[in-house]
């Protein structure tokens, strides 16, 4: 018997995703490039729905056809390197997809090699992280849409379910799907880092005990702030050090990671004129917390203000950060999908912007309460130009300034940095700014050299003799 589909590169997300693919029916060949990884993988699960290969042409003779294959590998060269390495053994018709982290414009690259030579490439973004994977990832194809209705039967199976509803639909022709997985991980990126704003408050400026911020966070949890980001925060600040008995929080080198999506969110965002400050915000707080030694040395020597309140009343301070940081989330997710959208125009994608927010409620890692209501606003306004200026959202935020703005300058008056929270505020009072000083620069350029302007009064393009 045929296998029904195969999964290459047996890390964590692969095993997961294999063990998800067979809990679900399918009859799954695994491979690895080396093999303590298949050993490791087949003694959990029985060898009738897992079956594993030591050698790439077996692998791929395992397969029914047309044949699926699956790739978990680290996204680069490897993939390259494995694509080269199936090559021999396919036969046209085919289909590869690459469920790692690629960016959109490597798989823009493969996708038109492979179809060249007859097979169909499907680029797949995967969120949910080890537990999304094995139980129910949020999945994002891209590709042809004709390969990708042959694998649906399956994905849309291992796929999170909300509401009955798979988080799996066809995202767009060739890199769409990995690159709405990028920017979902920018998205990951501003969100994350607005709530590490918010914790801060509540930790430096209200000085409340980490249970106690615990404790804010789960309520949180229950109301319009609703998300897995959230959860995992109060789970986290409950985690005591086995050994010390600490917060584990507190143990932790304040030194952020970082493996590249939410930077080529930046890159792709910047090359294309669209406004992610707030995405590219996060990004460089990452930068910055790296400079963990340079941190320590300047803190001796430049102080911040002196005579900082510090009898801020705790519930009413506690409901202006709720407000702050539900905002702050609006204005990062409407960049993230303001991008979706101006990408899409510009690639002629017709990305499904009303469900991409549905594909996001389940599974992946910035699944939030909200989406159901992004998804009906551009359910309502298919054309909607920033979630901003969604009935809904417009009268959240309106109200909800409040908040926001008594956060951003108790914190800027008191020296602590809010990177993200600030760029959230600056983005929608930009926004929403409907004469801009840009008139001034447009005049410095036109001063300096020569490079015109145009009049509010008068068509055409001008040139002034500043001087
Ligand atoms: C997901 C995550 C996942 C991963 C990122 C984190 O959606 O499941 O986004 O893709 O956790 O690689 O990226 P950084 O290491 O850049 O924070």
């Not at 990126?189 to 789960?218: C, G, N, P, S, W």
Request: charged share 20%.
């Amino acid at each position: 018997m045929f296998n029904t589909i195969g999964v290459i590169g047996l890390g964590v997300m692969g095993s997961n995703i294999a063990l998800n693919m067979a809990s679900k029916g399918e009859q799954v060949a695994v491979y690895n490039y080396t093999r303590d990884l298949t050993d490791q993988l087949i003694a959990k699960l029985d060898r009738q729905s897992l079956n594993p290969y030591y050698e790439i042409q077996e692998f791929v003779q395992s397969l029914e056809t047309p044949r699926k294959i699956f790739l978990m590998v680290t996204a680069g060269k490897p993939i390259d390197s494995v694509i080269h390495s199936l090559l021999p053994h396919l036969e046209a018709g085919d289909i590869i997809m690459d469920g790692g982290n690629s960016h959109y414009e490597d798989t823009e690259r493969r996708y038109d090699e492979l179809k060249a030579k007859g097979i169909q490439y499907l680029g797949i973004g995967i969120s949910g992280g080890e537990v999304g994977a094995l139980k129910g990832p949020s999945i994002m194809p891209g590709g042809d849409k004709e390969a990708y209705e042959k694998v649906a039967p399956i994905l849309t199976k291992i796929a999170a379910q909300v509401e009955g509803v798979p988080c799996c639909i066809y995202i767009g022709p060739k890199g769409a799907g990995h690159f709405v997985k990028m920017v979902h991980n920018g998205i990951e990126y501003a969100d994350m880092q607005l709530i590490a704003e918010a914790y801060t408050f509540l930790r430096e400026k209200l000085l409340l005990e980490v249970h106690e911020i615990a404790d804010i966070f789960e309520t949180w949890n229950k109301g319009e702030l609703k998300s897995y980001l959230i959860e995992i925060t109060a789970e986290i600040l409950r985690k005591k050090d086995e050994v010390t008995g600490l917060p584990l929080i507190d143990l932790i080198l304040d030194k952020a990671g970082q493996k590249g999506t939410g930077k080529w969110t930046s890159m792709q965002a910047i090359d294309n004129g669209i406004p992610a400050s707030i995405i590219t915000e996060s990004l460089f707080a990452r930068y910055i917390s790296a400079l963990k030694e340079e941190r320590v040395n300047a803190e001796k020597i430049l102080t911040g203000p002196k005579n900082v309140e510090q009898n801020l009343d705790k519930n009413e301070w506690i409901d202006y950060i709720r407000q702050a940081l539900y905002m702050g989330k609006v204005c990062a997710y409407s960049q993230g999908f303001t991008q979706y959208k101006m990408t899409s125009e510009l690639f002629s994608w017709d990305l499904p912007l009303e469900n991409i927010a549905l594909i996001f409620r389940g599974g992946c890692i910035i699944r939030a309460e909200f989406l159901n209501v992004i998804s009906e606003s551009y359910q309502a306004q298919p054309n909607l130009a920033n979630l901003l200026i969604s009935p809904y959202f417009a009268e959240k935020l309106i109200d909800y300034q409040i908040g926001l703005r008594k956060v951003v300058c108790e914190g800027i008056n008191s020296g602590i940095s809010f990177p993200c929270l600030s760029s959230s505020l600056t983005y929608y009072d930009s926004y929403r700014t409907g004469n801009s000083n840009a008139n001034l620069l447009q005049a410095q350029r036109d001063y300096f050299g020569a490079h015109t302007y145009q009049r509010r009064d008068l068509a055409g393009v001008y040139h002034t003799n500043w001087k």
